[in-house]
């Protein structure tokens, strides 16, 4: 099993429409957990990190469920802006570096 | 505040051939990071460096990459040599040590092996 797992997509989805990315993990042990947004043919920026208790952060929501090893990134009133590649990323074990999924592909139309 | 500096953005090389890359990261940021990028995938780190110590190289192919942080400040990544299966986008990171979740990326070389 991959450390951290994605559904690549493409998620195709008008402006306006709500979009929810899932992503699981292997490691149980796991503390620190991380969307990151790759636009295309650039570099991974932090979008938001992810507690326990779920987070908001403008339009963006990010979940956590422990006992699932499952992390969940919503997006509401999508905009052009958004399309990028979502990368769900989690501390490694020793929590001393990050393992990036593969990302989920999202495009925007209007 | 200048970012993370990468250099070149573009290499193609031939297979068996050396290739090096640059990284400068930003300013005061003791840990850096070199992550390989395949296409359709997410970064993959290769080696982490605290300073000038390589605390993680786990992952590092030993048999044709090194890398190097003399001064605890610029990098370079070597392979030596190259084969074509290396063709990825190398990206150097950077981070401050208690914020080592929010990682500082330059734009990456996209290495090209022919």
């Known amino acids: 099993r991959k450390e951290v797992e994605q559904d690549p997509g493409p998620f195709n989805v008008p402006e306006g429409a709500t979009v929810a990315f899932n992503c699981t993990y292997s490691?149980?042990?796991?503390?620190?957990f991380f969307w990151y947004r790759q636009d295309c043919r650039k570099e991974p920026k932090l979008l938001m990190s992810?507690?326990?208790s779920g987070n908001e952060d403008g339009r963006f929501t990010a979940q956590l469920n422990r006992a699932s090893q499952y992390i969940s990134l919503l997006i509401r009133d999508s905009k052009l802006s958004d399309s990028a590649t979502y990368l769900c990323?989690?501390?490694?074990?020793?929590?001393?570096?990050?393992?990036f999924g593969k990302g989920t592909t999202l495009s925007v139309s209007s | 505040e200048a970012g993370v500096v990468q250099s070149p953005r573009y290499k193609i090389i031939e297979k068996k051939q050396p290739v090096a890359f640059w990284c400068n990261p930003i300013?005061?940021?003791?840990?850096l990071y070199w992550y390989r990028q395949n296409l359709g995938q997410g970064p993959e780190l290769l080696i982490r460096?605290?300073?000038?110590?390589?605390?993680?190289d786990s992952q590092l192919p030993k048999d044709r990459f090194s890398a190097e942080r003399l001064k605890g400040v610029d990098s370079t990544l070597k392979i030596q040599p190259a084969e074509l299966g290396d063709s990825a986008v190398y990206l150097c990171?950077?981070?401050?040590?208690?914020?080592?979740?929010?990682?500082?990326f330059g734009s990456g070389t996209q290495l090209s092996v022919l």
């Open positions: 990171a950077s981070s401050l040590p208690e914020t080592n979740e929010k990682l500082f």
């Open positions: 490691n149980s042990a796991s503390q620190s």
């Open positions: 992810v507690y326990s």
């Open positions: 990323v989690v501390h490694n074990q020793a929590g001393t570096a990050l393992i």
């Open positions: 300013s005061g940021h003791n840990t």
């Open positions: 460096y605290e300073n000038e110590e390589a605390v993680d």
